[in-house]
């Protein structure tokens, strides 16, 4: 009987012991729960599912029947709330859409034409997940200008050579030889150019089209490149648009000898930042009979020709060997950067680059992140010089004492600056802070030396300045400081419409708006910092608008099950069962008098 009593309370005190140490642990459980939910439907609603052969109406009474009263999301480049309106997404990205989906939980329901974008960078459990509606666009022959590329900034003696992509796409007519048509090339609606081309079978081939600077007035203009004559079923991606600006003379003028991957950056990046035109020419055969080439082309150009752009221009970039560029560069009366040719010293190690000090430039540079920009991997020693205010210095392998890198004066009105380092570039292939912290140094050597006149007023510029029909244009901050909200006047046919530029912490900014032409302004006046001002292009052109082949394919998906987890502390009963058992030892052990 005794052993009974004992065994029972061993028991009893095991129970209350073991749940407490179960509930002070509180490990986590699952449990899979099955069933019949109401799904979330994914709809696409790019321009391809309204183009020709799509079937918008049928894939929207799909995602209704499919939805059974339940939530409908719209996908296409950007996930939205589900309304009625014909699409007007510019691309096709199931990515963003399955990720929100898989957050908020649930079967899933994709209903596409298929012609996904990131159909090859979905992950695989997202993939997997969804049930899969493909609603089939039907098949269509189609002919389509695919880019148009070119300088952006030309002065008015320039031959602007623009690259025209085109192509075509989808079934051909059984019987029907080689197709042909015509590139023309409009200006204010005015034909200025025409190019007979010989359409390929399938996919795009390239030709270039000249066109004389002369004929465009000063400023900004846009082209319109279209192809006629093609007979396709889609005429909405028979044209592109192409920005540029035409300048009496050219601002900057970059003398490379010899040319090399800091030159060629250099004039990339100035033309980006600066937006002035920039003419380059290359010292490829210094001792040859023709000295200078064009930097574009690399045609021969006389002599005479250079000192005509050179003495013209407002600055003039002298990179290279200075021996070189001594004996070929004539006279000039402009601003002046000189960038002689750094190579590394053997056993020398890199030179990093130090935070700036105060200087001209010292508002340009505030936002800066220094140490995104690459080490210098060679270091010209600079003469002393009183007059002379140093911008940067570089310290060898981050000790010693820091010897001059970047260093501005000014004499006489002209001015003058001298980047004694190689390869600044370097990290510019990596994008973010590392192109950024290049190109404000770029932007505000040349706006010190053209004298605030290349753009240190311009708070903020589109980073394109065409973009494809549903699709937002795309600003980007270039100001002091950190970005701010802006606020821009847009006019396009007559009409104004008013509209402010939200900057994210990374200094961008989205602007959604109709097809056209527009030219824009910024609302403060120029002494508030303002006098942004050019023009943009919303295309007609989409890729949607081609015909493509479907990139997903029907799926039934997984079964719909939900994973529920939770701690052992959420089940009451544990609780319960703990206080029973103490309870039920402690009424035990009085009634046998044990303490």
């Known amino acids: 009987m005794r052993r009974g009593v004992s065994l029972g309370l061993t028991l009893l005190r095991a129970t209350a012991l073991g749940t407490l140490v179960l509930l002070l642990w509180n490990p986590a459980v699952s449990r899979v729960e099955s069933g019949v939910a109401t799904p979330l439907v994914l709809l696409d609603a790019s321009l391809s599912m309204a183009g020709q052969g799509g079937g918008w109406r049928a894939a929207l009474d799909t995602a209704r029947a499919l939805a059974h009263g339940g939530v409908i ?44 974008t990131d159909a090859a960078d979905l992950p695989p459990d997202l993939a997997r997940g969804p049930r899969i509606v493909v609603v089939p666009r039907g098949p269509f022959f189609d002919a389509f200008v695919a880019s148009v590329d070119g300088p952006r900034h030309v002065s008015a003696g320039d031959t602007i050579r623009l690259s025209v992509s085109y192509g075509t796409a989808g079934p051909k007519e059984a019987g029907r030889g080689k197709r042909e048509g015509t590139l023309i090339v409009n200006l204010s609606g005015r034909r200025i150019a025409s190019h007979r081309v010989v359409l390929p079978d399938s996919g795009v081939v390239s030709t270039d089209i000249s066109l004389p600077a002369s004929l465009f007035a000063p400023g900004a203009s846009a082209l319109e490149v279209r192809l006629e004559g093609a007979s396709d079923s889609e005429p909405r991606d028979d044209a592109r648009t192409f920005v540029l600006d035409v300048s009496p003379q050219p601002s900057v003028v970059l003398l490379a000898a010899p040319p090399d991957w800091e030159t060629r950056f250099l004039a990339r990046t100035l033309t980006d930042v600066a937006r002035v035109p920039l003419r380059a020419f290359v010292a490829a055969e210094p001792g040859g009979s023709t000295p200078w080439r064009d930097g574009a082309t690399l045609a021969a150009v006389a002599a005479p020709e250079v000192a005509r752009a050179v003495a013209a221009a407002r600055l003039v970039i002298e990179a290279g060997e200075p021996a070189t560029l001594a004996r070929f560069v004539p006279p000039h009366k402009g601003a002046v950067l000189l960038w002689p040719a750094a190579r590394r010293q053997e056993g020398g190690g890199d030179w990093y680059v130090q935070p700036p000090g105060p200087s001209p430039l010292a508002a340009a540079l505030a936002g800066a992140a220094w140490d995104s920009l690459p080490p210098v991997t060679g270091l010209v020693e600079l003469a002393p010089d009183s007059a002379a205010v140093v911008v940067l210095t570089a310290r060898l392998g981050r000790r010693g004492a820091p010897r001059p890198l970047v260093v501005l004066s000014e004499r006489d009105g002209r001015r003058r ?58 600003w980007r901050w270039t100001g002091a400081g950190a970005p701010q909200d802006a606020a821009l006047s847009l006019w396009e046919g007559g009409r104004e419409r008013r509209d402010t530029l939200r900057f994210d912490a990374g200094g961008r900014a ?6 056209g032409v527009y030219r824009y302004a910024a609302a403060a006046p120029p002494s508030a910092g303002g006098g942004e001002r050019g023009l943009v292009a919303v295309e007609m052109y989409s890729d949607e608008w081609r015909p493509a082949g479907p990139a997903l394919a029907p799926q039934a998906g997984l079964p719909a099950v939900r994973v529920v987890s939770g701690g052992l502390r959420d089940r009451w009963w544990l609780f319960v069962l703990a206080v029973v058992a103490l309870t039920a030892e402690w009424a035990w052990r009085r009634r046998q008098g044990l303490p």
């Open 73 to 116: 999301w719209r996908f296409g480049a950007r996930v939205t709330a589900f309304d009625t309106l014909p699409p007007a997404d510019g691309a096709s990205r199931l990515g963003p859409a399955l990720a929100a989906a898989a957050a908020r939980g649930g079967p899933v329901v994709v209903v596409t034409d298929g012609a996904i």
């Open 417 to 474: 600056a001298v980047v004694a380092g190689a390869g600044l570039y370097r990290w510019a292939f990596r994008g973010g802070a590392s192109a950024e912290a290049y190109r404000a140094l770029m932007a505000g050597l040349v706006d010190w030396l053209l004298a605030e006149g290349a753009g240190s007023r311009e708070r903020f510029v589109p980073v394109t300045y065409e973009v494809p029909n549903g699709l937002p244009l795309v």
């Open 510 to 515: 989205e602007l959604r708006l109709a097809p």
